[in-house]
């Protein structure tokens, strides 16, 4: 079945993704949005430098770290969309809320350039280039993203991992509420309250679900197997199936379906 992987990330062993592409061409996976994050090797320059390699295959997420004045934050935004890039990237565990007012001027220009935004939510790993540093999920859930995409229909949110484990409930609700609020299922959390078969899950709108991975791999097949039965044993049908791993990503992406 043809995919499109929502949530990838660069790779500094291969610079241009040219391994990986070819690695998507096995699996029958048709493009990917990769997403800048805050660490010094896979920033915004090498989501950038990959996407000029393959375009129509990666598309770019730039990354942007709402503790920065408002006009870096605007002038990072409006480069990256003149490069062509579809989404913005936040990882609100850095410590901002994205639902404070004074980010509203930033939210303005997200929907006039016509972004995306594609935020980590959730919890994440204590180790690593993660250690010890002073991250927190208490502003990174789905409900934090509520007022602006109130106010700001024309941005696509997309929550990351599901909206994460104890906070799951916010995707359920929002996605089912806003049209323009969507989730991907990457793994962990993505994975895990389906693995689980958490209350509210039966009743989703397959039409907001994404497929995300966080960079499959040769792994891609294994994965497109256990949502494929997954889904059917919960009662889905093909048609929730092509939503999921194509159909809704090539809207957003302004992929010819």
Known sequence: MKKIDIHAHAIPSDPTMDRYVS??????????????????RRDNPDVLRAVKAHPGRLFGSVHVDLRDPREECVEAVKRYAGEGFRSIKLFPNLGFDPNDEQFEPFWQVVEDLALLCFSHCGWITNGGTWARRRLSSLTATPFHFELPARRFPGIRFIFGHFGGGAS????????SRLPNAFADTCPGWGRWVFEQRMPGLSGLDFRHVLFGTDNAGEEYSEYEKWWT???LSMGRTEEDLRFYFYENAASLLGIHV
Do not use: K, N, Q, W
């Open 229 to 231: 039965e997954t889904f």
């Open 23 to 40: 690695i998507m061409d096995r699996h029958e996976v048709s493009a990917a949005l990769v997403h800048g994050i805050p660490e010094e």
């Open 168 to 175: 799951y409930l916010e995707t359920v609700t929002l996605i």
